[in-house]
Structures are given as structure tokens and as C-alpha cells.
């Protein structure tokens, strides 16, 4: 039973590209939230999606950052335009969304570096 | 908005000994917690948790107590081991509510 997946484990963009974050939630998983991780700091919670839906998306910076979480495929982190910024780590998780069932399984997440 | 609170960003503590890591929340609609254990390069892994409806919930050499008058939780480590040492993050979620926010975190340094 694999766990989370996140693909690429590094990215390198430079600024003004396009960055693309893939993840694949635990099998039976239709619940996955993304967060981001500056250096020296806690978890960031940015979006959560369920399966063709955003749920919430409150943490999500207004501008150049899109989620998606297709019915077929990964989930997706989308930022555009990069800028030095962006240069995190950023984690997915997933979980099973069951009523009383709060624990998240993450992933062992992206590093982004914006040049 | 900083819901979860974690106001340490460090400790350190002699192995055997015990480490006491803490979290404030300010939600009082939070009434579900979490302690995940995060090593460098890896993604967070759960611990253990505590539903309002408890004080107290052990596992192992792990005890989390929360006191919701106080809106504080604790996470007790005894006694502590070198391989323990790692981030501790808390988080906190709502029934009604599948979100969940995390503290900033607790780096935590067990010493031989």
C-alpha cells in the first residue's frame, strides 16, 4: 500500500517560469491539502481539495498559485511566474475524509528552488 | 491568523529525561489534535492525537494531555531518546471540518 507520492522530490525554476507540483494521494484517498514550508518555519496551510472540488482555499496567495485534483490523475500545484519567493518546501497530504477520521498522511514533499 | 500556537521554537533535553513539548489554540471550535514528528527531508508522520472529549491520551513513551479551559495541549516525551529528536509539529482541526492547522513547530534535540 504505497503512501503519499509527490513528484519531483527538487525543482529548480527560474524566475518567471511556470512550477508544476504532482501528488498522488494514499489509495482510497479522495481528501488531499497542500501546504508550504518557508525555511525555518511551520506548515502552511494553502488548499484543500476533494476529488474535482476546492474545498478551501483560504490559504492560497491570490495571485499565481492554482490547485486542482482532476477525477483521473494527481492533484496539482500550479504557480506561475515564479519569483525567488516561492522557494519552499511544499508537502501534500491526503486522507481518507471518513467523519471522524482527522488524521493526514503527507508526502515527502517538493523542494522548490526559485534562481 | 496564527490558530495554532507554538511558542518554542527549540529544546533540548538530556536523553532519559523527559521533554515536554507545548501548543495553544485559539479556535475554540478545534476539537480535534494532532502531534506529527518530522525528520529533516521527509514529510511529516502522525504521532498521536486527542479528542476534546479526553484530557489525556497515552501511547508508549508518548502522553499528549489538553486542557480546553486553557485552550493548551502538551505533548510528554519519557523518557526521551536520541532517535527522538526531530520538529514537532502540533495541529488542530474541527469536527465539521476536514482543515487542519499547524503550529510553526518545535525542534527538539536530545542529547546522549
Known amino acids: 500500500n504505497a503512501g503519499v507520492m509527490q513528484n519531483p522530490r527538487h525543482l529548480v525554476r527560474r524566475r518567471g517560469q511556470e512550477a508544476r507540483l504532482r501528488c498522488s494521494p494514499m489509495?482510497?484517498?479522495?481528501?488531499v491539502y497542500w501546504y508550504r514550508q518557508l525555511p525555518e518555519e511551520g506548515l502552511k496551510f494553502m488548499v484543500y481539495l476533494q476529488k474535482e472540488n476546492i474545498i478551501d482555499e483560504s490559504g492560497m496567495p491570490k495571485e499565481r498559485f492554482s490547485a486542482e485534483f482532476p477525477k483521473e490523475g494527481p492533484s496539482i500545484l500550479r504557480i506561475q511566474q515564479v519569483v525567488r519567493g516561492d522557494s519552499a518546501a511544499y508537502f501534500c497530504a491526503s486522507s481518507p475524509g471518513l467523519a471522524g477520521n482527522y488524521e493526514q498522511y503527507f508526502g515527502p514533499g517538493t523542494r522548490l528552488t526559485v534562481t | 491568523d496564527q490558530q495554532v500556537k507554538q511558542n518554542s521554537p527549540s529544546l533540548s533535553v538530556q536523553e532519559g529525561r523527559i521533554s515536554i513539548l507545548n501548543c495553544d489554540y485559539t479556535?475554540?471550535?478545534?476539537?480535534?489534535f494532532l502531534w506529527y514528528k518530522k525528520y529533516p527531508a521527509e514529510g511529516p508522520t502522525f504521532l498521536i492525537s486527542?479528542?476534546?472529549?479526553?484530557d489525556k491520551n497515552e501511547d508508549g513513551r508518548f502522553t499528549v494531555f489538553l486542557n480546553k479551559s486553557a485552550k493548551h495541549l502538551s505533548l510528554h516525551i519519557v523518557p526521551s531518546q536520541p532517535g527522538d529528536s526531530a520538529v514537532y509539529f502540533c495541529a488542530a482541526s474541527a469536527t465539521n471540518n476536514n482543515d487542519m492547522r499547524f503550529g510553526a513547530g518545535t525542534r527538539l534535540t536530545v542529547k546522549p
Open positions: 479556535n475554540s471550535m478545534f476539537d480535534y
Open positions: 486527542i479528542s476534546s472529549i479526553k
Open positions: 489509495k482510497g484517498h479522495s481528501h
